[in-house]
């Protein structure tokens, strides 16, 4: 591990390979070196202008789709998709349902293939790593790359504590004291306050807006770079919709946030840019107050003025 915790270890290499990625983004016009490296990146990268006084503010990673397809067995789903999400920024994925939106999220860190029959083809990159090298560990990936799903998945029979600390002690992010790095991410999530003296208790017994809050604290204890959020407030009510909003808000100050949403309204809210799906194809991408106002699309704008989807 580099000091300050940001090395992402995504294939057995040799420590000689663990500055790689620093070396990458430091002079884009270098060549890169053959064979598989570590995701890394260094102190000496300036953060970008989004990052604010946080103390734990970092610069993220960016995230690329080059040519992405995405299949359940014949069927394709995502055609084709060019995509970059840009580091620290929130970017908010809206389409009718169907339109490949969440098959296109779990392709970024590998979840799509755990469906019987499902692949993907294309290049996801983060920054200039693509994930789907063979060399790549896929649980290291998954790590890096965070997922926060529609409906919350504490695991039920583990406490509020243990749930934080699951990835932890999986990972091999062990030392230390546990019990700062669970308060430090449940402080992250907002949620210390509100469970501080229960840590024993069962995560299931929280509320449904807790409980994301404790789902996101348990992908933000192993220090990802980027969170995948799919739906994340769609089951729950508007108090904690708003817990989870202004949440986002803060953690793109550390990580590269990707959210996929129903709700135009929360998209406008959250969202440094929008993207629209349609058909399994990106149709555009923008600012997102450009996206809601003077889409380049007719069909962007007959689907965020609400003539269909």
Known sequence: MTPDGRTQELTGMDPESSSELGRQRQDRSSEATSGPHRITTTATISPPATIGTDPQAKPALNVKLEQLRAFYGNSEQVK????EFRANE???IIGPSGCGKSTMVRCINRMHEEIPGA???GRVLLEDFDVYDPSVDVVAVRRAVGMVFQKPNPFPTMSIFDNVAAGLRLSAKRGGDMRAKVEAALRSAGLWDEVADRLDAPGAGL???QQQRLCIARSLAVDPEVILMDEPCSALDPIATLKIEELIDRLKQRVTIVIVTHNMQQAARVADRTAFMLGGELVEIGPTQEIFTKPN?????EY???KFG
Request: proline share 0%.
């Open 80 to 83: 084709g998709i060019d995509l």
């Open 207 to 209: 509320s449904g807006g």
């Open 119 to 121: 692949r993907a083809e």
């Open 297 to 301: 699309d007719s069909r962007t704008e």
């Open 90 to 92: 929130v970017t908010a």
């Open 304 to 306: 965020v003025t609400g």
